[in-house]
């Protein structure tokens, strides 16, 4: 028996100011990249090197800059944490790249939320197990529009911000970075060869925590504005 399964749409993420779509190939993801947060989860930020986990690249939810999102509280879990992260979008690959060639792989940035089933993740921490279930969950990557280097530069310091329902929740600057941008993408490509339409979400402050039904996320980097989500 032949089975025709149709093509699957290419997950593509809104461009700030035009009515380009950005294609997305694969989602990378760093853990503990402020020292802060490295310390709140338990580890010491000082003598770890970066490590890297993956979204499925349909687990992104574009978000409109100019509108509430309704987000999805997924299945089999009983907290669900936020985690706001600057999200950079390469439009160029490579093997092997040096730290000072990196930037210059990077299209633009975007607001990002690395969505956490935290009780699943806690339970493959215990069990040695892969983070698959916790963190790949449908829309668990909500995104706002990529804003070009041509337009915003390179993104390095600045406010990030998460509020839940008006009080703040998380604040940081991307200046504490343990890992920069040109050093994650050299990291990385050492792994992995790279390429444009690969997007790194590049870590998170202290103050993750659970989100309910019925509250509103809003996430805030500073030359990137804001996305808003509402948890049904």
């Keep these: 028996m032949t089975f025709v399964f149709p093509a699957p749409e ?17 989602v990378y993801c760093v853990g503990r990249n402020y020292a802060a947060h490295a310390r709140e989860m338990g580890h010491d930020p000082d003598r770890e090197p970066p490590f890297f986990f993956m979204k499925p690249a349909d687990a992104l939810q574009p978000v409109p800059a100019d509108a509430i999102a309704e987000h999805a ?7 669900y944490h936020f985690e706001v992260e600057l999200v ?18 990077v299209y633009g940035y975007a607001v990002g939320l690395d969505m956490t ?3 699943l993740q806690d339970e493959a921490k215990s069990l040695r197990r892969p983070w698959a279930l916790a963190k790949g969950a449908d829309f668990s990557g909500p995104i706002g529009p ?3 280097v041509s337009q915003v530069g390179h993104v390095a310091q600045g406010e990030i911000r998460l509020e ?11 200046g504490d970075m343990i890992w920069s941008v040109a050093e994650q993408i050299t990291y990385l490509s050492r792994y992995n060869e790279l390429f444009p339409g690969d997007v790194i979400f590049t870590g998170t ?14 996430a805030t980097i500073a030359g990137l504005g804001a996305i808003t989500l509402r948890v049904v």
């Design 10 to 26: 290419t997950p593509a993420i809104p461009v700030a100011g035009a009515s380009a779509l950005f294609p997305v190939r694969r």
């Design 73 to 79: 509280y997924p299945q089999m879990t009983q907290n």
């Design 88 to 105: 950079c979008a390469l439009s160029r690959g490579g093997r092997d790249v040096t730290t000072e060639e990196a930037l210059g792989l």
């Design 117 to 119: 089933r935290r009780d």
């Design 146 to 148: 990529i804003h070009p």
């Design 164 to 174: 839940v329902d008006g009080a703040p929740r998380q604040s940081g600057d991307l």
């Design 205 to 218: 402050p202290d103050g993750v925590g659970a989100v309910s039904r019925g509250e509103t996320m809003r």
